[in-house]
C-alpha cells in the first residue's frame, strides 16, 4: 500500500514539474511520504 501512495505522488510531482501544476501542495505530499517511506525502512515494519 505504502509503495502504491509513493509511485502515485512521484508520478504527479513529475507531472507538476511537466506542467506547473499543483503548485507547492505536491512537493509537500512528496516529502511527507519520503518520510514515512525511511521511516517504514527503518523500523522494518511491513504494510
Do not use: K, Q
Not at 19 to 44: E, Q, S
Request: proline letters at 0%.
Amino acid at each position: 500500500m505504502l509503495w502504491t501512495i509513493f509511485l502515485i505522488l512521484v508520478v504527479l510531482w513529475l507531472l507538476g514539474f511537466a506542467f506547473n501544476i499543483g503548485g507547492g501542495l505536491i512537493h509537500v505530499l512528496l516529502v511527507i511520504a519520503l518520510v514515512v517511506l525511511v521511516y517504514n525502512l527503518i523500523t522494518g515494519r511491513r504494510s
